[in-house]
Every structure is written in C-alpha cells, then in structure tokens.
C-alpha cells in the first residue's frame, strides 16, 4: 500500500491483533476444475449466457460474503506477500479514538456493533488488484478505478467492486477453500474493465461464490491481549 495512503496501525495494535486460524479445517472435498467444467470457469461464464448457468454451477467451496467480511476484520487473511490492511479503527464516524478491534469482537471474529466503527487508510483496491497482477507474474496491468479502501467497498458497495473486495479476500485466505484464484480474480477485473455488461456478468460470478458459506460457520481465530 503507498505510505500516503495508509494511516499505519499502531505497533501495540499490530501486537494485539492475532489471527488464529490453525483450529480451521481447509474444505477437502473441492472438486477438481475438471470434473467442475469449463463452463464454469470465470472465462467460460464470461463468454456463456450467464443467466443460463451461473446457478447450474455449484456453489464450490466456503466462501464468504462482503457483509462477512465487513463485519469480521480480524478473520482477514495474513501472512502473504501483500500488503492487505483494513486500516485503523475507530470508534464512530469519523471519531478520534482508536479502537483494539480485538477488543470489540466476539469468539468468532464478529464486531459487537459493526455500524458503531468506522476505518481509516486500509488498502484501497486498485492497490491489491495491482500487487496481485504484479507479485504473481500476470502480464496484465491494472487501469485503475477503484481507489477507495477495501473495508469501504465491503460496507458500502457499489455491487461490483465490493464483490470483488470479498473475492479476493476469500481467495486469499489460507483457510477458505475459494474455487478462483485472486490472479484469476484480478486478471479477470482487468480483461473487463471498461466494459459495463461484462462487469456486471463477472460481479453475478463472484457474487454466486462469495455465498457458499452458513455465515453462522465464522472462522476460528483468536486474539490476545496481553
């Protein structure tokens, strides 16, 4: 993330928030993606008649919805090469005190009152689409669009980008089984791009794989606070 984007968390923030994700078992009985059919690929149902098939295709794996992933920060993927942060939290919009999300969340990760905090200088989108393009050696190259933070797609929307925000953190998380890579998420945001009728096609896509999990199903983590 650029530095004069990101308001950094403070060090005993960082210290305080652990993710606990080893007690999370990884979903086994994904079917390979060719017994799944091209068809189903986000290339095939891009090119296909999309209210045809997109709900003929299972909904693989546990991913998780942009209300999820909104509401639970601290189950946010880590431990990868990127830089992926939802920022600092705060108590109310626009409010001068930092917030131990820690401290305000539930056994399961989930805030106690999601609409009582507000988060600032977290990892916009057009940055993660780019890293991703460029750390995993894709050949494309992000135009840009997106430059609000990712928490503030997730609560906010519009529909496309916040799919797209929940997208890549299920496909980014260690302990989510995602059918798509985020490279064939951010590849796919970047053959796209420009054109509304299929960007509106690949949010329905990622819409139909981001509600694959009971949302009651949180992730394990845990945090301490010593």
Same mark, same amino acid.
């Given at each position: 993330?650029?530095?004069?984007?990101?308001?950094?968390?403070?060090?005993?923030?960082?210290?305080?928030?652990?993710?606990?994700?080893?007690?999370?078992?990884?979903?086994?009985?994904?079917?390979?993606?060719?017994?799944?059919?091209? #068809?189903?690929?986000?290339?095939?149902? %891009?090119? =296909?008649? !999309?209210? +045809?098939?997109?709900?003929?295709?299972? &909904?693989? @794996?546990?991913?998780?919805?942009?209300?999820?992933?909104?509401?639970?920060?601290?189950?946010?993927?880590?431990?990868?090469?990127?830089?992926?942060?939802?920022?600092?939290?705060?108590?109310?919009?626009?409010?001068?005190?930092?917030? #131990?999300?820690?401290?305000?969340?539930? %056994?399961? =990760?989930? !805030?106690? +009152?999601?609409?009582?905090?507000?988060? &600032?200088? @977290?990892?916009?989108?057009?940055?993660?689409?780019?890293?991703?393009?460029?750390?995993?050696?894709?050949?494309?190259?992000?135009?840009?669009?997106?430059?609000?933070?990712?928490?503030?797609?997730?609560?906010?929307?519009?529909?496309?980008?916040?799919?797209?925000?929940?997208?890549?953190?299920?496909? !980014?998380?260690?302990?989510?089984?995602?059918?798509?890579?985020?490279?064939?998420?951010?590849?796919?945001?970047?053959?796209?791009?420009?054109?509304?009728?299929?960007?509106?096609?690949?949010?329905?896509?990622?819409?139909?794989?981001?509600?694959?999990?009971?949302?009651?199903?949180?992730?394990?983590?845990?945090?301490?606070?010593?």
């Amino acid at each position: 993330m650029d530095t004069d984007e990101k308001q950094p968390m403070s060090d005993t923030t960082r210290r305080r928030l652990l993710i606990g994700l080893a007690g999370t078992p990884i979903l086994a009985s994904l079917p390979s993606r060719s017994a799944w059919g091209q #068809e189903c690929s986000i290339s095939g149902m %891009l090119s =296909g008649n !999309l209210s +045809n098939h997109v709900h003929d295709c299972p &909904a693989l @794996g546990d991913g998780r919805t942009s209300q999820y992933m909104a509401t639970h920060p601290v189950c946010w993927p880590v431990g990868n090469s990127l830089t992926l942060d939802f920022g600092t939290m705060y108590n109310g919009n626009g409010g001068a005190k930092e917030i #131990e999300p820690c401290e305000v969340s539930d %056994l399961n =990760g989930k !805030l106690d +009152n999601p609409n009582k905090y507000s988060f &600032a200088g @977290g990892t916009t989108l057009d940055s993660l689409i780019s890293q991703i393009l460029v750390n995993f050696g894709s050949t494309l190259v992000w135009a840009g669009g997106f430059g609000m933070q990712i928490m503030d797609y997730l609560h906010d929307g519009p529909g496309y980008p916040q799919q797209a925000g929940a997208a890549f953190l299920n496909a !980014l998380h260690p302990n989510i089984s995602y059918p798509y890579s985020a490279l064939e998420v951010a590849e796919a945001m970047a053959t796209v791009a420009g054109d509304m009728s299929r960007e509106m096609r690949l949010e329905d896509i990622l819409a139909h794989f981001n509600a694959s999990s009971v949302e009651s199903t949180a992730l394990v983590q845990s945090c301490s606070l010593s």
